[in-house]
């Protein structure tokens, strides 16, 4: 089972992805203690910026890509906004109750939701997993043995979906009909785990056998496939992600869109 989407490369994939992660994890931070909703007003927009400029992938994949992130928006700041206390009421019905100090925190809460799932998804959509893990290996000194492990449960993933996809199929064509109920329910989960777990012992069992073979657990030099460093298009992320933020809480402390400034 491979599944391979065609995308436009852009100076995003060629930043270092241990200094991309790094700068992700700064930006969570950064949005965490943030609570003025001018400044996280524009932290987002910057992020959604970025996104949609540099992902490389098509508006309609992109859409895609961020209808979970709108809902989540969606349910975290309406469910802060209704049922919120403050001291401005502005609507009041029945369990209801909308004021200004919640509904500004409710819009924070759903800011930073938007703003975690928009840098986690420019990360996701612009990094490759194995140049991240090589170079967690080279830049973080990350262990090869678990480095590898790791790549190789990657890999796993597709053909056990592939798997799974073939048990039912032959399944289906035995005829196997499982009961309603429980009674069914534990049948037809047994049916399904039994074989997918045996298959799952055999193949770890001949993936260490293989890393074994390889001298993964030898903790002397290695030699990589691929060779991940630094260079100036790092140094341009760095620089432009530093003045875009800086730019952006400036801009929502000195010119604000509203006056709280603070949601706590």
Not at 115 to 139: D, E, I, K
Not at 189 to 204: E, N
Not at 232 to 256: E, H, N, Q, R, T
């Amino acid at each position: 089972m491979h599944i391979e989407f065609v995308y436009r490369e852009t100076w995003l994939h060629r930043v270092n992805p241990t200094l991309k992660l790094a700068l992700s994890l700064a930006l969570f931070g950064f949005a965490l203690v943030t609570h003025n909703p001018s400044v996280m007003l524009n932290v987002t927009a910057v992020t959604f910026i970025v996104f949609a400029a540099f992902s490389g992938h098509p508006a309609k994949r992109l859409a895609l890509y961020a209808s979970p992130a709108l809902l989540l928006f969606i349910s975290s700041s309406t469910s802060m906004i209704f049922y919120g206390k403050g001291e401005t009421t502005w609507l009041e019905w029945g369990i209801v109750h909308v004021t200004k100090e919640s509904f500004f925190r409710g819009v924070q809460v759903g800011l930073k939701s938007l703003c975690f799932a928009f840098v986690g998804l420019t990360f996701a959509l612009t990094t490759r997993p194995v140049l991240l893990f090589y170079s967690l290996m080279r830049q973080c000194r990350l262990p090869p043995k678990y480095a590898y492990s790791l790549m190789a449960a990657m890999r796993l993933i597709p053909i056990m979906i592939e798997e799974l996809q073939t048990l039912r199929h032959a399944l289906a064509v035995r005829g196997v009909a499982h009961e309603r109920g429980f009674r069914g329910l534990y049948r037809k989960l047994r049916s399904y785990a039994v074989p997918m777990l045996a298959q799952s012992i055999r193949r770890a069992q001949r993936i260490a056998v293989a890393m074994e073979a390889k001298r993964f657990a030898d903790t002397g030099r290695r030699t990589y496939f691929y060779e991940v460093g630094f260079g100036p298009v790092d140094a341009m992320f760095v620089a432009g992600a530093i003045v875009l933020y800086i730019a952006a809480y400036a801009a929502g402390i000195s010119l604000p869109y509203v006056d709280v400034t603070d949601v706590r």
